[in-house]
């Protein structure tokens, strides 16, 4: 066991310096940086002064050494924008978004496994093929789109929830949050549906697929014929069953939630790390473009790694082979 | 040999089945499986419609959006089936600039349906030939690129879009590269799955053993084998394609103002909805809903019909 | 033992599958019966319906499959048309099933105590630490040892037999009137075969309970049953004493399966086997479904034999030319 986490550990680390190199190189390298990220009305003198300062003058090797131990101190820049370190401006929009990762994904666990429990055990139903028309058009549409349309009806036509904002915000333990004021949850509300719209086809799918396969199987069977309600034959054999796969892709999913936070965040203009790197890209902030960049790939390679240790915790047969093996 | 035999014994189990209509090419049974959702048809057909209108765009359109002679801003946010200054009716109504909205989602769609399918093909031809050599060569070739495919699909593909965009900039040539790069692994994987099985077979041992050339195994023996898993991913990933292009233009970071995508019309509409003009990002909206939705029924089918394991 | 009322009744039951590509009658028109306290012992080829027969008894035919016809007495009460509730309360109290592959029939996830209290919670209203010595009892009866650590494991760490037996206990737990075994010991090791089969049998003659032995394997039958029945295509195609069938087979099909049992008797010769396959259910032939592969077999083999008693009246058999004075 421990010997696999030291490995993933290590292809972790390997994933994050290679992935350092690549937008070094993506934002640095391509086009002159000095034009970046030195202002235009600077003078040949300070022009000069600012590339030695900056170490443009230094050769590629040299300098991605720099930006690498600039890095591991905490420095990834200074915003152009904001004139405020990249790393701090960050990190002060990530409650925001995990914030909304968090809500889409309850969401989809929610709402997901339920409808996808329910259109596994009577795949004939109306009820289930709405259920699965529903999470076709889950897939199909693009979260932009979604977005709009509920802001429509919602905030425009039918004027119930706010399009847009985080609301009011209390703090719980230092950070601003929105889901324990009124106002802010009505705000979190529509965010939230839109983020988890394909999480959630995702799930009615992994779920109606699993249940499909494990009410097939002997064990459900055999528990029907010791006379079980059926009840608890669902909840429990079925359920308990799927749940861990389920879980584990939706974990995984995390971080594209995370991902597409961007397009969300954009819509409702929802003032996380999505919103902010979106600005940045069409500011030509590429301070903070670097910074997130690299705090997003960490974070993904943190979560898949948390993902498979639980799920090798969570299921007895895989616990067992790592005991024996 | 062994193809042949397979034929025969494919044949001897349709002339037993007892409902199996006989005297079919595989082609045509194909179409008949395929045409027994109707679902699917309907998608078929709106696809081949919009395909039709994307290439027509420059000659059915009612006007030229672009042409700066005929637009007048004083057009501009006409509701659906008012007459403009030249006297055409804007039947879905014009948008911010006085363009009739419905030569605007033609020439959208043109863009769209261009970049997604020339984005897709660049990408398959990639994914193939990387696929086949992976699963061809194998050994550490196959490690390599299949640590590459692995390492970017644990990555969602907008946020690789978001790096290459955050880099290249705006354009067309930098997005149709970004949804390349983002669609690649996809192809490439699923070919070498399949290569990989149909590679333990006999006769391409057989085809290696009678000193066939490398190309001619992979492409007259392999290939075919893996053609039906790469239609389907191919129309599933099309329909990705054009919705992460719409998505990136939508967000501003994708295509330039001057070729307007469905995308960027539905975000140049989104700040006029909340005043109600609800025509200028809704119409593009719907006609890209169309078009992805379309693709998915198609491939959803497709992937019933051509998938062994469910092959009745 | 004989009593009035045999514990089970099946009258010309139906079973089909309703699919795609046509009607599959799985089971199609089979009557027997199970006195209490009898071991009867239902033998076939795979695809000749026995194992669709106990589903069909216990209620528990999946879709597409329907019971499309006749009558099952369970202890004189027609549960044919029962309600699910009904059913589900004699499943596992009364009428109780053990599973082809031991492997399967536990659930993975599952602790071996959460699945055997739960079958007990399922019947009597008990606390948890009643049904929890129950299940602890069931197992030390079945031949595992240590069975309150054991009950603490997942099934993954048994062994197939350990599990078949665990599936015995539950089985046991109600004390059943009526027990359908689908080949239970078919996925395990000989020597494995031979205690299951033992304990099976001797935990049935201490209870009184009724058994139906489905089996592929006449050997098996032979030294178990009571009575047996011989399935083939859906229909039952000679049933009788264990020693009438075995001793004086009928049926050309019967007389082919003990052909092909290798036996003491007969050492140094070839065993005989039958040829040719067992018919698709989708298509079958017309007539007798055996006739393609008979010896026997004439043109009046294209219809329908009806059931016969040309030797004894209770050794019946489906068959225009059954080996009447042929045998022994």
Known sequence: MSVYIIRRLLQAVLVVAAMSVLVFAGVFMIGDPADILISDDADQAERQRLIESLGLDLPVHMQYLRFLAKALQGDLGTSFVFNEPALLLILDRMPATLELAFSALLLAVVFGIPLGMWAGLKPDSLASKSIMAGSILGFSLPTFWVGIMIIMIFAVMLGWLPSGGRGTTRELFGIDVSFLTVDGLLHLVLPAVNLALLKISLAVRLTRAGTREVIHQDYVKFARA???????????H??????????????????????????????????????????????LDRPVVVAYLMITVCMFIVINLIVDLLYSLLDPRVRLQDVKG | MTATADVKELKGVAAEAPLAVKDQTPFRRFLSDFAESKVAVAGFFGFLIIVLIAILAPWISPTNPYDLATVDILDSRLPPGESMMTGTVAWLGTDGLGRDMVSAMFYGLRISLGVGAASGLVALCIGVCVGLASAYFGGRVDTVIMRIVDLQLSFPAILIALVLLATLGKGVDKIIIALIVVQWAYYARTVRGSALVERSKEYVEAAMCLGLSHNRVVFRHLLPNVMPPLIVVGTVQVAHAIALEATLSFLGIGLPVTEPSLGLLISNGFEYMMSGKYWISIFPGVALLVTIVSINLVGDRLRDVLNPRLAR | MASNTPTLLVEDLKTYFYTKAGVAKAVDGVSFSVAKGEVLGLVGESGSGKTVTGFSIIGLVDPPGKVAGGRILFNGEDITGASEERMRRLRGSRIAMIFQDPMMTLNPVLRID??????????????????????????????????????????????????????????????????????????????????ILYEVQKLCRERGMSLIWITHDLA???????????????????????????????????????????????????????????????NMPQGCAFHPRCPRADAKCLEIPGVTTPRQPDHRVRCFHPHAGAAA
Not at chain 3, 224 to 246: F, K, N, P, S
Request: aromatic share 4%.
């Open chain 1, 226 to 236: 010791k006379g079980l309600h059926p009840r608890r034959i669902v909840l429990v």
């Open chain 3, 114 to 195: 959460t699945q055997m209290i739960e079958a007990v919670q399922a019947h009597d209203k008990v606390d948890r630490k009643t049904a929890f010595e129950r299940s602890r009892d069931a197992l030390g009866q079945v031949g595992i040892p240590s069975p309150e650590e054991r009950l603490k494991a997942y099934p993954h760490q048994f062994s197939g037999g350990m599990r078949q037996r665990v599936a015995i206990a539950i089985a046991l737990l109600h004390k059943p009137d009526l027990i359908i075994a689908d080949e239970p010991t078919t996925a395990l090791d000989v020597t494995i075969q031979g205690q």
């Open chain 3, 220 to 282: 098996v039958v032979a030294g178990l049953a009571d009575a047996i029945c011989v399935m083939y295509a859906g229909r039952i195609v000679e049933t009788g004493a264990i020693a009438q069938v075995i001793d004086q087979p009928l049926h050309p099909y019967t007389h082919g399966l003990i052909g092909s049992v290798p036996s003491h008797n007969r050492r140094g010769q070839p065993l005989a086997q039958i040829p040719g396959m067992a018919p698709s259910l989708l």
């Open chain 1, 238 to 283: 079925v359920l308990k069953n799927i749940l861990i796969p389920v879980i584990t892709v939706l974990g995984l999913e995390f971080g594209s939630l995370i991902a597409f936070s961007v397009v969300t965040e954009t819509v409702f203009a929802w003032p996380g790390m999505g919103k902010l790197i979106i600005d940045s890209i069409n500011q």
